[in-house]
Each structure stands twice: as structure tokens, then as C-alpha cells.
């Protein structure tokens, strides 16, 4: 018998009946004898329909009012879940209840809309436990230090679920999910995509990081602080294939490199939409200036991903770099009133179709012309770069947004990461 974690995302709960299932499965595995603790996301399209509503009377700008405002909006979509998923448990003969992230408590930051967990009391979800019930508990939220209600930014419900397996020190937390694992790249983007056994934490905080959507981030980071066993696996197989099947099914998140994992150079592949690039053109080339552009970038609380400063021509330079999308205005603004009569940059440009890309692997590490082998399939492609960026197990470039799919696809094949094509019928 052991404490585990399960989380469903909002396509597994996207319905009444999907709901049955996912009590069915989980009475599966209370009746096997496992102490459970379930933590759900929204109903699919409900955060969506949550903040439209919002928008729809919200002014202009981003204030923290405003982000107050929609986290409490939004949280609401858990609640549902964790209601219904409550009473679809009891209609399956278990003694199960419900708790908002406020009443455990789970307890975070301030930081409304990207708010970080900051502890979890365990108490009262260990009596419930020791009572013989499951416990189910919102995803996505917690409530702060004045008692307001915060929550954990998009997709966050997968960190609510491992913070919650951290702090019960769960045997496993299972990620039930739209996909049966974590592929290779989007199987949505690229349908030879493969389903990994196993990928190293290391390369799944990479993937993560760099746009792939199945983890968020924090998840991923909780998982390796904590060490708490992760697995990503499929929430649409029959409720009833046998437990034992089903446990080591999907992908498992591994801490250490065992022999059985696949030993492919690059291991995956991940893309992101959501940053725009600003250049300043023929700024002067003197100490400091790098500082006199990001400075007041940082001072606003705009992160800032790649830079990238030119070669110096007649003591002028250009200096790029990529923020969030929903940063990108807001950035050019204060670029052009605070940063451009300091530095005298002769002209301030922007573009935010842009996309970055990247390969990720630990074999990377040992392997010499893995970039190369990137850059020339891209040039084989037409696709010009216009940024790069390396770490120790990725290779991130960014290009036009209107070539990803064509980059994303062209990089999966070279790499050797297409799947074998299916056996044709005689
Ligand atoms: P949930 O609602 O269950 O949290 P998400 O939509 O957040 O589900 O994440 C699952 C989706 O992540 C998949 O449907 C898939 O399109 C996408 N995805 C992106 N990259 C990958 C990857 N490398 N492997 C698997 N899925 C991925
Ligand atoms: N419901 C939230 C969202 O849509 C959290 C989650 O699904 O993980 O982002
Ligand atoms: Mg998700």
C-alpha cells in the first residue's frame, strides 16, 4: 500500500462522463489498497471561458488589482472539478471529499496570475487519508500570506500536483494526460513523433522550459528538488486495464541514467510561440550598456530569454533580445521613453513572429557537431536563423514563425527521431 498522487488535466475532465471514468479509475487503484490523493485541473476551455469573461469588462493595462481579480476568477474552474469529481467518486461506493487549494492550505507567494508555492500543510489531508478517504484537492491555486486566493500560471495544476506528492512524500505522482507519454516533439505538430520511455529530469526541465506544454515548468523543478517519481501517461486507455499494467505504462521521469534509456544523442525537440524580439540598431559600443538597456527591462519585472550583442563597427553596435509576447509592447514602450535618449540607439525595432526552437539532449554533452548538424538543416530548409543560443544539453534558434513546423519537422528526421513507419498491410 502507498501514498499516491494522480492529476488529471482538463481534457480528462472535460466531461460528466470523462469524469465517471477517471473516478472509476481511481477507485481502481483506492481498492488495490493505495492511499489517494487527486488533484484535478479545470474542465477543458473552462480557464479559457473564465478569463474571456473577464477581458470582456477588464480596462487597459495589467494592474495588480486586475491580476487579483482574475485569480480569483479563474480558480473557480477547479472548484467544479474537484466537486464533481468528489461526488463521482462517492457514486463509485468510496468515501472521497473536496478541498479548495485555501482550505488545505496550500500556501504561495503574492505574485497573482504566476503566483509560487510556498508550503503545504499536510495535516488535515492525512487525517482525511488515515480516515480512509480520497482526497481531492483544486490544482492551479493556493491562497497567500493576506489570505487572498493566487494562482500558479497556466498549466499550473501539474505543479500542484507534485508540490502536493512532495509534501506527502507520495510513493508517485502520475500525470494522467490527452497524450500517452512525453514524445519526442508535439505529436501534434509532427505525427512520426515517438513516445519516450523514459526521459532524464534534466531533459525534461529543458523541454519544458523551452515550450513543451505537456510539464510546466515548476512541475518539473518541484520533481527534481523533491525527488518525487513522475510519470506522464494516458488518461484515455479503459478505465479498467489491470493497475499493474497501467503503473508502468507512459513515460517515466527518471533521476538517474540507467542503462535502459534510449542513448540518442538529441532526445527531443521543443518550439515556442510566445516570444517576440526587439533590436536596438547602432547603439554606442562603451561598458555599461548592456546594463543601461536591461537595466530598466529588469526593473519593470520583464524577463528577458536570449541576447545577443553584434561586433562593434565604428564604435556603434546592435543589440537584440527576446522577451515574452505579452511583454512585447509594453517593452518597446519603455525601451523608446527611458532607454533610447541614454543610449542614442539610432533605431528601435520589433518583431514578434518569431518562434524559437530547440533540440535537447544529455548526449549532446559528449558529442561534437550536434549545432552544426542543426544549422545545416535549416539552411537545407531555406530557413534562415536569426539568433542562437547554447547550454551544456540544448542548441535554441530563433526564427520566422511561419517556418516552426517546417524547422520542427526537418530537425526531427535528422536527428533520427521519426518513428518507423508503420508496417504496411500485404
Ligand atoms: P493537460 O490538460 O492534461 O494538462 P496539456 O494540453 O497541458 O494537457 O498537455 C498535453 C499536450 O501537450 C498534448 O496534447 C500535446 O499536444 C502537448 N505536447 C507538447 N509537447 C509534447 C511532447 N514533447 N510530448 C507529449 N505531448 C506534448
Ligand atoms: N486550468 C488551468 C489552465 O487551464 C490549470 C491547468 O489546467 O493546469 O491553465
Ligand atoms: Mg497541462
Given amino acids: 500500500m502507498a501514498l499516491i498522487v494522480h492529476k488529471y488535466g482538463g481534457t480528462s475532465m472535460g466531461s460528466t462522463e470523462r469524469i465517471r471514468n477517471v473516478a472509476k479509475r481511481v477507485a481502481k487503484w483506492a481498492r488495490a489498497g493505495h492511499q489517494m490523493v487527486v488533484v484535478p485541473s479545470a474542465m477543458s476551455g473552462e480557464t479559457n471561458r473564465l478569463l474571456g469573461l473577464a477581458r470582456e469588462l477588464q480596462p487597459e493595462g495589467h494592474s495588480a488589482q486586475l491580476a487579483r481579480e482574475l485569480d480569483m476568477i479563474a480558480s473557480t474552474g477547479e472548484q467544479v472539478s474537484v466537486g464533481l469529481l468528489a461526488i463521482a467518486l462517492q457514486a463509485e461506493g468510496l468515501e472521497a471529499v473536496s ?9 504561495t507567494d503574492s505574485a497573482y496570475t504566476k503566483a509560487r508555492i510556498e508550503s503545504i ?16 484537492i483544486t490544482g492551479f491555486q493556493g491562497i497567500d500570506g493576506e489570505g487572498h486566493i493566487t494562482t500558479l500560471g497556466r498549466g499550473g495544476s501539474d505543479t500542484s500536483a507534485v508540490a502536493v506528492a512532495a509534501a506527502m512524500k507520495a510513493a508517485e505522482c502520475l500525470i494522467y494526460t490527452d497524450v500517452d507519454g512525453v514524445y519526442t516533439t508535439d505529436p501534434r505538430v509532427v505525427p512520426e513523433a515517438r513516445r519516450l520511455q523514459a526521459i532524464s529530469f534534466e531533459e525534461m526541465l529543458e523541454m519544458a522550459s523551452l515550450g513543451s506544454k505537456v510539464l510546466q515548468i515548476r512541475s518539473v523543478e518541484f520533481a527534481g528538488k523533491y525527488r518525487v517519481p513522475l510519470r506522464v501517461l494516458s488518461s484515455f486507455t479503459p478505465w ?9 505504462s507512459g513515460t517515466l521521469i527518471t533521476f538517474e541514467e540507467d542503462e ?13 510561440r510566445d ?38 563597427h565604428d564604435g556603434r553596435t546592435d543589440f537584440s533580445f527576446t522577451v515574452h509576447r505579452n511583454d512585447y509592447a509594453r517593452t ?15 533605431q528601435i525595432t520589433g518583431d514578434a513572429k518569431i518562434c524559437k526552437v530547440s533540440i535537447v539532449g544529455i548526449g549532446m554533452r559528449s558529442h561534437v557537431g550536434v549545432a552544426s548538424r542543426m544549422f545545416r538543416t535549416l539552411s537545407e530548409e ?14 535554441s534558434v530563433v526564427i520566422d514563425e ?11 528526421k535528422a536527428f533520427g527521431l521519426d518513428a518507423p513507419p508503420a508496417a504496411t498491410a500485404a
Fill in 121 to 136: 500543510d499536510d495535516i488535515r489531508v492525512r487525517a482525511d487519508l488515515a480516515a480512509g478517504k480520497v482526497v481531492v
Fill in 402 to 412: 511561419k517556418y516552426m513546423e517546417l524547422a520542427v519537422r526537418a530537425l526531427h
Fill in 260 to 272: 535502459n534509456m534510449e542513448q540518442a544523442i538529441v532526445s527531443g525537440i521543443a518550439f515556442n
Fill in 99 to 107: 478541498y479548495a487549494g485555501w482550505q488545505v492550505p496550500i500556501r
Fill in 275 to 312: 516570444e517576440a524580439k526587439i533590436s536596438l540598431l547602432g547603439v554606442a559600443d562603451k561598458p555599461g550598456i548592456a546594463y543601461q538597456i536591461l537595466g530598466p527591462v529588469a526593473d519593470a519585472n520583464i524577463d528577458v530569454d536570449m541576447i545577443i550583442q553584434n561586433v562593434a
Fill in 382 to 395: 531555406g530557413i534562415n536563423i536569426q539568433m542562437i543560443s547554447t547550454s551544456e544539453i540544448k542548441t
Fill in 332 to 346: 518597446l514602450e519603455l525601451l523608446k521613453s527611458a532607454v533610447q535618449p541614454l543610449t542614442h540607439a539610432a
Fill in 240 to 248: 479498467d486495464i489491470p493497475l499493474a499494467e497501467e503503473a508502468v
